[in-house]
């Protein structure tokens, strides 16, 4: 009877104190990002911290000496379980003796997604996640555009600024020498060119005393005399090919110069017998 009772109050001993063992086993809850002090006594030399890497070590510490008591203030950089202990030596830099638990268990209370994490690999996610897409389309498109909206800008100023070439004077479009005479000076306009090939025509028609045909004979008219078809073919090859220059060939200026002069003699004649 009395074995039964003592297993008996040996199970309920073990089924209470197991909780309380565990319990005693868990580091303290700290909250990252948030100082927390801890005084330590008894210890049996004067602590320092230990030199780390801020870059990739999960804590901040430091030690202070208040009195008989040593005070590490520490901040968690990262979430989970640390042992101080691995981050504080005697300042001779020997292992310290006689440290109480030292572990901490970091947690916080922002949720996983807010992208606050404060190591390396989430500070270029939470960087880049600030600014939109569409940004570095419209920079690289600001950048291209710059140099040439300038210079499209200096060659319109330039476009601008250049002496306008002076119109060319008015002439008499019924005179075959006024317009033989202003070819050799500078290029003819449209008007110019055409009544110079309709002044040519009636020229040699006159020269023929063929002025009395029908419009439709005239073209004909003139051709009959090889010299004038000759004259016709190179005034027209002149003025209506399209990779001609616009002064004349030298002979062709010369053949209707001539024309002029004759057509000028023929009616001094005419006028001359007349009268």
Known sequence: MRASILIACTALVSLFASPLASAADEPSKALRGVARHIDIRGVSCELRSKPTDPRTAPVVLSVETVGDVQRLAVVGLRSGVVDLAEF??????????????????????????????????????????????????????VWLAAPLLWTLRKWLRWRASRPKPPEPQPIRLDSLTELVVTMGA?????????????????????????STSTTGNLYTEARLDPQAASLLDALERWLHHPSVPDQPPARLRKALSELADRLAAARQTRTGGAA
């Open 88 to 141: 504080i030596e005697c300042s001779d830099g020997t292992r310290p003796s006689g440290l109480p638990d030292l572990r901490l268990d970091f947690v916080t209370t922002i949720p996983a997604d807010a992208g606050l994490d404060l190591s390396t690999r989430a500070l270029p996610t939470m960087l880049s996640g600030r600014r939109p897409d569409w940004l570095w389309k419209v920079l690289l498109g």
């Open 186 to 210: 500078r290029p003819l306009t449209v008007p110019e060119r055409g009544a110079l090939e309709l002044l040519t025509l009636r020229a040699l028609l006159e020269l023929r005393s063929a």
